[in-house]
């Protein structure tokens, strides 16, 4: 930093730049600890996570979800059920809802919290200055004690011959249809393909799921890549694991893509298709190559979200090494604190308990080690698992796909990690985060009492077929011998 002029004094504690989750938590707890801090967007307030990515996907696969569960009408004794439907109101009503949710990201919130917003893009200029070029064209610089860099990502765009002459949609602009795609290609087997793949499909597009790897979810155990696609196909879509794309074309008028699969060229036919090939964070544009900030695939950090500049920060997309909401607004509680008290008082962000989930149906949610991970860096670990098939609600309700499957120390109750499939996995893991956190084990879990019937119980069955696997056999065969004594 000693090539730098350093400034007398700042006119800020803090500048943020981006809205995404990470940079309104460390302009909110920045403000809530009385310091003066600036926060710069230059597109939307909120980011991916409201504006194209967790808000309103999850509002169409719930409209979608609904649609598939009046198809099983006739499980629950409903003679008939049908739906109609007009594609447009169901995007109509997805919009409606990221709408509703806007206040909590606005401007006029901030505002009042206590958070100079500004809207504009932000560049570094030198680790204590940030130039601003406003949407009204006026430009200001700010001296700042520190930065927090929040840029986010975008999607990944893979170079593919033709991609441009066929035209292409991203979880970013997929929201901008009017008209359900008759056959629609989705290149890309992680949770954002899958997820919309499913969704579209229970509206009615002819969806073709191509992957490049072996299979889809591959962060994910085997066994669950197997079950979610056992899925899939049962709803119509085809699936193509193995199927790397070569080039786009137009034949006869007919959008096509070329492809090898199983050693062979394919050609497949659609009418619109999605990139869902991942996500790259935001490294350009805004000082970071100009300053020598260090960066790979992201930013580089140390424990405490710190830069190769001491004083620069990156939380979020942009910093990884998870691309979660909940982790990024976890990084921006440490990176405020960090910021605003380093020498005096910092945090190191690591949380090695960071859950997630897939939200197919059945939703995939795990937390820790899979058991593929804990055989892959060779740590000893016995696996509890506890099928959905066995438990009253899931019965009830017709949702018996799934299964809980806890790895814990050889030995011991301590949980190493949790996988769930299954209706409400999502809500189920938290229990499992919980325990882990504070290092409660599956005794914990057994000895707390579940309401019933609920989905709930599966987490207590499953600590209780640890508990049956580590029954104390001395204890119970030196307990029989005394209730034969106690009979005469």
Request: one cysteine or more; proline letters at 4%; a neutral charge.
């Amino acid at each position: 930093m000693g090539k730098w002029r350093k400034p007398r004094r700042f006119e800020r504690n803090l500048v943020v730049i981006g809205a995404g989750a990470g940079g309104l938590v460390t302009a909110y707890l920045a403000a809530a600890l009385k310091a003066k801090v600036t926060l710069v967007e230059k597109h939307r307030m909120g980011g991916d996570c409201l504006n194209t990515g967790c808000v309103p996907s999850k509002a169409l696969i719930r409209s979608a979800r609904l649609l598939a569960q009046m198809a099983r009408a006739g499980e629950f004794g409903i003679r008939e059920a049908r739906a109609e439907f007009d594609f447009a109101e169901v995007m109509a009503r997805v919009q409606r809802t990221v709408q509703a949710i806007e206040p909590h990201d606005s401007i006029a919130r901030y505002s009042a919290l206590g958070v100079e917003v500004i809207e504009g893009a932000a560049k570094i200029l030198t680790p204590w200055e940030v130039e601003i070029a406003r949407k009204d064209g006026a430009r200001q610089t700010l001296t700042t004690r520190s930065i927090v860099v929040a840029a986010g990502a975008r999607p990944v765009v893979p170079a593919i011959p033709g991609l441009d002459e066929v035209g292409y949609l991203t979880s970013d602009t997929v929201w901008n249809l009017g008209e359900l795609p008759g056959r629609f290609l989705i290149l890309g087997g992680g949770a954002i393909g899958c997820e919309l793949a499913q969704a579209f499909a229970r509206f009615g597009s002819k969806v073709l799921l191509v992957q490049q790897g072996p299979r889809l979810l591959p962060r994910e155990d085997a066994e669950v890549s197997e079950l979610v696609t056992e899925q899939f196909r049962a709803e119509g879509i085809e699936v193509l694991a193995g199927c790397e794309a070569k080039s786009f074309l137009v034949e006869n008028g007919e959008k096509t893509l070329r492809a090898a699969h199983a050693g062979s060229e394919v050609k497949i036919p659609f009418d619109a298709v999605l990139l869902a090939a991942g996500r790259a964070a935001n490294l350009a544009g805004y000082g970071l190559e100009e300053l020598g900030v260090k960066t790979a695939r992201t930013i580089e950090t140390n424990a405490f979200l710190q830069t190769n500049y001491p004083n620069i920060y990156a939380v979020g997309d942009v910093a990884g090494p998870l691309q979660f909401t909940h982790s990024a607004a976890h990084q921006g509680w440490h990176a405020a604190v960090n910021a605003l008290f380093d020498p005096v008082w910092k945090f190191k962000a690591d949380c090695p308990v960071i859950p997630w989930v897939s939200f197919t149906d059945p939703e995939v949610a795990r937390v820790g080690l899979s058991e593929e991970e804990a055989q892959a860096q060779n740590i000893a670990y016995e696996a509890s698992r506890y099928d959905l098939a066995e438990l009253d609600r899931a019965i009830v309700d017709g949702a018996t796909q799934g299964f809980v499957k806890v790895l814990t120390a050889p030995r011991t109750d301590r949980i190493l990690g949790v996988t769930l499939v299954g209706e409400r996995a999502g809500e189920l893991i938290a229990e499992y985060a919980l325990a882990m956190r504070h290092g409660l084990g599956l005794n914990k879990i057994l000895g707390t009492l579940h309401a019933y019937p609920t989905f709930a119980e599966a987490n207590r069955h499953a600590a209780g077929i640890w508990k049956q696997a580590h029954k104390p056999e001395m204890l119970l065969r030196w307990l029989e011998r005394f209730h034969a004594w106690r009979r005469g």
